[in-house]
Nanobody, 123 residues
Framework: QVQLVESGGGLVQAGGSLRLSCAAS????????MGWFRQAPGKEREFVAA????????YYADFVKGRFTISRDNAKNTVYLQMNSLKSEDTASYYC????????????????WGQGTQVTVSS
C-alpha cells in the first residue's frame, strides 16, 4: 500500500523559507514522477513542481521558478520542496503526489496523494 506523508509546513513571514518533505513508502518508486501541488481556500488544486525519481529531471510551474526547488533522496525515499522568498499568495495546503504515468501537471494524472501540509505566509 502506497503511503505519502508530508511534513514541514507552518507559519512563516513573507520573504522567509520552508522545506517540505514527503516520505514515500509501500513500493519501489523508481519509475514514478513525484509532484507537489497546492490548494488555497476557494481555489483549484494547482501544480507546483515535479521530479522524476530516476534521473531527477525537474519541472516547475512558472510562478515558482527561481524560488522553489524540488529534490529527492533515494536512500530515504523522500522528496523535498525547498521554498524560498515566500509570498502571501503561496499560502495554501501543499500536497505530495505520485504518478505512474510519467510527467503530468494536471492533478488527475497522479495516482497517489498525501494528506497535505499547511503553509501560511504572513505579510
Amino acid at each position: 500500500q502506497v503511503q505519502l506523508v508530508e511534513s514541514g509546513g507552518g507559519l512563516v513571514q513573507a520573504g522567509g523559507s520552508l522545506r517540505l518533505s514527503c516520505a514515500a513508502s509501500g513500493r519501489t518508486f523508481g519509475s514514478y514522477v513525484m509532484g507537489w501541488f497546492r490548494q488555497a481556500p476557494g481555489k483549484e488544486r494547482e501544480f507546483v513542481a515535479a521530479i522524476r525519481w530516476t534521473g531527477g529531471t525537474t519541472y516547475y510551474a512558472d510562478f515558482v521558478k527561481g524560488r522553489f526547488t524540488i529534490s529527492r533522496d533515494n536512500a530515504k525515499n523522500t522528496v523535498y520542496l525547498q521554498m524560498n522568498s515566500l509570498k502571501s499568495e503561496d499560502t495554501a495546503s501543499y500536497y505530495c503526489a505520485a504518478s505512474m504515468r510519467g510527467y503530468r501537471s494536471d492533478y488527475a494524472g497522479y495516482d497517489y496523494w498525501g494528506q497535505g501540509t499547511q503553509v501560511t505566509v504572513s505579510s
